[in-house]
C-alpha cells in the first residue's frame, strides 16, 4: 500500500494500465517510446486479478517523472512557486471567532502549507526559489498535472499524414483502459510508509463524513490534494449554502406568517361559510359529464392557499432579488480573496486561453501565425466552423422544439383527464372525505407532475450526450472554450426542460379559458384549464415542490448508491487476493473514474436549484429551506464520493467558477422579472388590493363580499349543447364563472363583456410589475455599485505581493550581473 516504486525514493505519478491485446501491442509500444523521450520514467508491472477478470491479467505501467522533466514543464505551464515566507500580517481576528470555534477545524487541517510570495519558475533561476528537497517541491497534485499535461500530448504515430497524439485517443480506441494519479493512501486508515501525508484520510476524517457536516471545509487542503478547480467548486458550493441560511431563515418566517393568519383569511372564511360559498353554484368543470359543484367544496384548498398567497409572498419576492445580488456580490469578493490566496490572479490568459486542446492539433491539419505568441498553430477555416455552427445550431432547436413538444403532451395529457377527474370526484362517494382537498385541478396538477418528472429524467438522459456530440464537433480551440460552449446548450436543454411545465402553471394555465358558452380549446378539442377557485399558485407551489424535491432525491441516489454499487461489484474479484498483494494502483484502478467533466454535472444541478429559488420563489417561500438542506447533504456527499468512490482525478486550475457566473447573473435579473409576474398574474394580491380599495362596500370589513364580487354570473339557459351538462337535478338557473373572472351579469346590456373593474386591476397588475421591477433593479444596482468586487485589503496583498516579487527579481538579476563583471 504504497505510492512509491520498490526503492522508496521515486514516486509514482501517474498510472496507466491496459489488458494485454496483441493488437494494441504496436500503439503501447510507441507510445512508451514517445513518453521516454520526455524523460519519464516508466515500469510496467503485471498483476493478476483473479479468475473473475476477462483474461486473469491487467498490466499496469507506472510512471515518474524526474525533476528534469518537472522543471522543464514547470516552466512552460508557468507554475507558480515559493521564494519568500508571507510577511504580510494576516488580517484582525473576528471577535466573534469564540463562538464560532465549534465549527472550526484544526489549523493544521485548515492550513496544511505556509503562506509564501511565488513567482514563475524559470529552470535559469533555480537557486531564486525555497528549494529545500526535490522530492516534494512540488506537490503531488502539481506533478500528476504535468505528467497528465505531457500525456495528452505525447505523439505515437501517423495515420492518413496526420499526427497521432494524446492519451485520451489511446484511452478511446482501447489502447489503454485507464490513466490516472494514485491516492496517498486508503482513507479509512493512514499509510504504513512514513512518506505518505495521508491527505485523503485527512480529508475523509475531517471533511467527507456527514456528522462533520456542521463543520467548515478545509478548503486549502483541498485545494492541495485535489487542485484549484475542484476547490473553487467546494468553495462556492459551501458559501451558497451558507447564503442559503440568511433566505432560509426569511422564508421559512414568511411561511409562518401565513400559517398564523389564516384564521384572518376573509377570503377563505367566505368561501367556507355555507351561508355564501355553499350557497355559490358553480359552472360545471368540464363540458357535458361534470356537474355544477359548490364553492364551499373547496374551503380547504383555499385555506392552504393563503400559507403561500399572502402579504408575505410580496416582502419575499422583492427581499430574493436584493439577496441573489448580494450572494453574486458577495461571491465575487470570496472568489477574488480565493485567487489571491491560491496563487490565480494572473492565471487566465496565460494557461486558459492559449493552450490548445489535442483534439484541435489533430483534427485541424491547416496551420497559421498565433498573433499572441507568434508561433504556427492550427487553425479551423472560417467556412467550416461556419458549417458546423450551423449543424449545431439546427440540432440544439431540433432538441429544444422536442422538450416544447414533450411539454405540449403534458399538457394535453393534463386537459384529457381533468375532466375524468372531475367526472370521477364528483360521483364517486367514497372520495368525499378527501373531496375539499384533492380537487380535481390539484390532482390532475399531482399527477401530471409526476409525469412530466419522469420525461424531464428520460430527456436529461439523451441530452447529456447530444451536447457532448455537438460540442465536439464544433471542435473549440481550447479547454475553457469547450466547457463553456458544452455549458451553454447543457443548461439551454436543462432550462427548457425542467422550467418550462412551471412557467405553464405559472403564466398560462388558467389565463385564456373564455367562459362559458366561448371556452377556449386546444387543437378544438381539449377544453383549456381552469385555476383551482384558491388560484393557480398553490398549484405552481405543488409543481415546484414535485419537481424540486424528485430532483434532489433522485440526483444524491445516482451520485451516491450508484458508485457505491458499481464499487462493490468491482471489489468482489479482489477477494481471493491477500489484502497485502492488493496494491495501491489495484486499488485505485477498481474506484469509478470521475471525469473531466465530473465537476460540469456538479455545478448544473446546484445552478438548477438556483433557478428553482429564485425563479419562482414568490410561489414557494420554504423552496430556501429545501435547497439547504439538500445542500448541506449535498458537500458531503460530493466529498464522500470523491475522497472514497472515485480515482483521484488530475489537478486542473480554475481561477473562477467561469461561465456559470454569467448564466447566475442572467437568472438573477430574470428573477426579479418573473417573481414580479407571479405576484401580479398568479398571486390574488393585486385584485384584492383593488377590492379593498376602490370597490369595498363595508368600513368594519373591507375585504367582505370580495368573493362574490369576484365571481362573474352566468345565466344556464345559455349554454350551447357542447357544453351543456347532461345532468341538472336542482334545476339551477345560474352559476358562477372561473374564480377572478369579472363579466357584466347575463340581464346587462353588454352581457358577459369584461367589466371596468377587469381592466382596473389588469392596469394595476402592469404598474405593479413596472413598479416592483424598478425599485428591485435600482436596489439591485445600488447594492452591487456598492460592494467592490475585489476587497481593499486584497487588493493591497496583490499589490504588496507583486512588488516584492519583482523586487526580488531584479535583486537577484544584480547579484548575478555582480558575479559576472
Not at 505515437?156 to 489502447?175: A, D, P, S, V
Not at 439523451?462 to 469547450?482: F, G, K, V
Not at 468512490?645 to 456559470?660: D, E, L, T
Request: aromatic fraction near 14%.
Amino acid at each position: 500500500d504504497s505510492i512509491f516504486f520498490r526503492d522508496g525514493v521515486r514516486r509514482i505519478d501517474f498510472v496507466l494500465s491496459y489488458v494485454d491485446d496483441l493488437n494494441k501491442e504496436w500503439e503501447k509500444n510507441y507510445s512508451h517510446k514517445s513518453c521516454n523521450k520526455t524523460q519519464l520514467s516508466l515500469m510496467s508491472d503485471l498483476t493478476s486479478l483473479g479468475q473473475e477478470s476477462e483474461d486473469g491479467k491487467i498490466y499496469f505501467v507506472k510512471i515518474h517523472a524526474p525533476w528534469e522533466v518537472l522543471i522543464t514543464y514547470a516552466e512552460v505551464l508557468n507554475i507558480k512557486v515559493p521564494i519568500k515566507e508571507n510577511d504580510i500580517p494576516s488580517t484582525v481576528e473576528n471577535p466573534l471567532d469564540c463562538m464560532l470555534a465549534p465549527l472550526r477545524l484544526p489549523e493544521k487541517v485548515m492550513h496544511p502549507e505556509p503562506d509564501y510570495f511565488t513567482a514563475p519558475f524559470s529552470k535559469d533561476k533555480q537557486e531564486l526559489y525555497l528549494i529545500n528537497d526535490e522530492s516534494t517541491f512540488f506537490s503531488p497534485s502539481m506533478r500528476n498535472r504535468i505528467v497528465n499535461y505531457i500525456l495528452t500530448r505525447c505523439p505515437y504515430g501517423t495515420e492518413e499524414g496526420k499526427k497521432k497524439f494524446g492519451i485520451k485517443r489511446l484511452l478511446n480506441n482501447g489502447t489503454y483502459s485507464a490513466a490516472y494519479p494514485l491516492h496517498d493512501c486508503q482513507y479509512w486508515k493512514k499509510a504504513n510508509d512514513p512518506n505518505c501525508d495521508n491527505e485523503r484520510y485527512t480529508l475523509y476524517m475531517e471533511w467527507a463524513r456527514f456528522l462533520r457536516f456542521y463543520k467548515e471545509q478545509p478548503l486549502d487542503l483541498i485545494r492541495k490534494y485535489y487542485g484549484e478547480k475542484i476547490g473553487i467548486y467546494f468553495a462556492w458550493l459551501g458559501f451558497y449554502t451558507e447564503m442559503l441560511f440568511l433566505a432560509a431563515v426569511v422564508g421559512l418566517i414568511c411561511f409562518l406568517y401565513g400559517l398564523f393568519t389564516m384564521d384572518e383569511n376573509m377570503s377563505s372564511k367566505e368561501i367556507c361559510d355555507p351561508a355564501i360559498g355553499g350557497e355559490i353554484i358553480m359552472c360545471p368543470l368540464c363540458d357535458r359529464e361534470c356537474e355544477y359543484w359548490r364553492l364551499n367544496t373547496t374551503c380547504q384548498s383555499s385555506e392552504y392557499s393563503h400559507l403561500f398567497d399572502n402579504v408575505a409572498t410580496l416582502f419575499f419576492a422583492i427581499f430574493m432579488g436584493i439577496w441573489v445580488t448580494l450572494f453574486l456580490e458577495f461571491w465575487k469578493r470570496r472568489q477574488a480573496r480565493l485567487k489571491y490566496e491560491w496563487d490565480l490572479v494572473d492565471f487566465e490568459e496565460e494557461q486558459q486561453q492559449l493552450q490548445l486542446r489535442p483534439e484541435y492539433e489533430a483534427k485541424c491539419t491547416q496551420k497559421k501565425k498565433n498573433p499572441v505568441t507568434q508561433e504556427m498553430e492550427p487553425y479551423l477555416p472560417v467556412t467550416s466552423q461556419a458549417v458546423r455552427f450551423c449543424i449545431s445550431g439546427t440540432t440544439v432547436l431540433f432538441w429544444v422544439s422536442l422538450i416544447i413538444a414533450s411539454m405540449i403532451a403534458v399538457i394535453v395529457y393534463r386537459l384529457a383527464v381533468y375532466a375524468a377527474f372531475a367526472s370521477l370526484m364528483e360521483n364517486t362517494q367514497s372520495l368525499q372525505p378527501i373531496s375539499g382537498l384533492l380537487t380535481p385541478q390539484l390532482a390532475t396538477s399531482v399527477t401530471a407532475s409526476c409525469l412530466n418528472f419522469v420525461i424531464i429524467m428520460i430527456l436529461n438522459f439523451l441530452y447529456e450526450r447530444i451536447a457532448i456530440w455537438i460540442t465536439d464537433m464544433e471542435i473549440p480551440r481550447t479547454h475553457m472554450e469547450y466547457e463553456n460552449r458544452l455549458t451553454m446548450k447543457m443548461f439551454l436543454f436543462q432550462f427548457v426542460n425542467y422550467y418550462s411545465s412551471c412557467f405553464y402553471v405559472a403564466f398560462f394555465k388558467g389565463k385564456f379559458v373564455g367562459y362559458p358558452g366561448a371556452y377556449t380549446y386546444m387543437f378544438n378539442r381539449w377544453r383549456n384549464e381552469e385555476c383551482d377557485p384558491a388560484g393557480c399558485l398553490i398549484e405552481l407551489t405543488t409543481q415546484l415542490t414535485i419537481v424540486m424535491a424528485g430532483k434532489q432525491i433522485w440526483g444524491n441516489i445516482q451520485e451516491a448508491i450508484v458508485p457505491w454499487i458499481c464499487n462493490w461489484w468491482g471489489r468482489r474479484k479482489a477477494r481471493s487476493n491477500p489484502e497485502n498483494l492488493y496494491s495501491r494502483w489495484e486499488q485505485d484502478h477498481d474506484l469509478q473514474t470521475f471525469g473531466a467533466l465530473g465537476l460540469f454535472y456538479e455545478y448544473l444541478e446546484m445552478v438548477i436549484q438556483f433557478g428553482f429559488i429564485t425563479l419562482f420563489v414568490a410561489s414557494f417561500p420554504l423552496a430556501p429551506l429545501l435547497a439547504l438542506m439538500n445542500n448541506i447533504l449535498e458537500i458531503r456527499v460530493d466529498s464522500w464520493k470523491l475522497t472514497t468512490q472515485y480515482r483521484r482525478p488530475v489537478a486542473a486550475k480554475a481561477h473562477s467558477i467561469g461561465v456559470w457566473q454569467e448564466i447566475l447573473n442572467g437568472m438573477a435579473i430574470l428573477s426579479v422579472v418573473t417573481n414580479a409576474f407571479i405576484v401580479a398574474f398568479t398571486s390574488d394580491m393585486i385584485p384584492r388590493l383593488v377590492y379593498y380599495y376602490a370597490y369595498s362596500e363595508s368600513e368594519d370589513s373591507p375585504m367582505s363580499g370580495y368573493i362574490n364580487n369576484s365571481l362573474s354570473v352566468f345565466q344556464i339557459s345559455d349554454f350551447p349543447d357542447r357544453n351543456r351538462p347532461k345532468l341538472n337535478p336542482e334545476n339551477f338557473v345560474i352559476c358562477r364563472l372561473v374564480y377572478r373572472d369579472y363579466r357584466y351579469p347575463p340581464d346587462h346590456e353588454r352581457r358577459y363583456v369584461h367589466t371596468m373593474q377587469f381592466w382596473h386591476i389588469l392596469a394595476a397588475k402592469l404598474a405593479f410589475i413596472i413598479i416592483m421591477e424598478h425599485v428591485v433593479f435600482i436596489v439591485k444596482f445600488f447594492v452591487a455599485w456598492m460592494i467592490p468586487d475585489v476587497p481593499a485589503d486584497v487588493k493591497a496583498k496583490i499589490k504588496r505581493e507583486k512588488y516584492l516579487t519583482q523586487k526580488i527579481l531584479h535583486e537577484y538579476e544584480l547579484e548575478k550581473l555582480k558575479e559576472r563583471l
